[in-house]
């Protein structure tokens, strides 16, 4: 019966930090300005760069994270399960593809991990592969992309802790077009 209420806590800080990175990955400005594909595979990437960066940042908390992290987890995949039924994927389908969208994050994890460790000749790759998928991107927005994650990770180092594991997690402005293509006054 305690661990019930204990959860209550963890269950609401994961499901705020969801809509959170949900509705920051519905920012305008990563399609208009940054390039990002505004596709379904376009929105599932920036849902995944920003709960990995949230979650990169919660493992400086442990052990204190590790039940919201698996939590924010569960209910990423839930809103998943829910998107592809309204899609239309059959009752079939939904588990495997659920199984090949849990591969692919923690792929996207395991990459995004190493560029943030390296250098943007790692980072950048990664965020082609991945954010852009087929289509090439431009080397400037694939340079400001890199900035962003970089200085979002940043950002998230310097929020407090106890309002990361609340779920309060908060994200700065998608990178500009004029900062990307390196004009000025975004002409």
Do not use: W
């Not at 849902?47 to 992290?69: D, N, S, T, V």
């Not at 460790?117 to 950048?124: F, I």
């Amino acid at each position: 019966m305690f661990t019930l209420f204990r959860t209550i806590p963890v269950r609401k800080a994961a499901e705020l930090a969801y809509g959170r990175i949900l509705g920051h990955a519905r920012e305008p400005g990563f399609f208009t300005d940054g390039g990002v594909p505004d596709t379904v595979d376009g929105r599932f990437e920036l849902i995944c760069l920003h709960a990995f960066l949230y979650l990169h940042r919660l493992k400086r908390e442990q052990p204190q994270a590790a039940a919201l992290g698996q939590r924010l987890f569960d209910t990423m995949f839930a809103d998943f399960d829910r998107s592809l039924r309204e899609m239309g994927t059959g009752d079939l389908s939904v588990g495997r593809e659920i199984k090949r969208m849990a591969q692919a994050f923690y792929g996207r994890v395991g990459a995004y991990e190493s560029g943030l460790a390296g250098d943007d000749s790692v980072l950048q790759p990664a965020l082609a592969r991945n954010l852009f998928g087929t289509a090439p991107p431009d080397p400037a927005l694939l340079d400001a992309m890199a900035g962003y994650v970089r200085r979002e990770a940043a950002r998230l180092n310097e929020q407090d802790a106890e309002d990361l594991l609340a779920g309060r997690v908060s994200f700065g402005n998608p990178p500009r077009a004029a900062a990307m293509t390196g004009l000025a006054g975004g002409q």
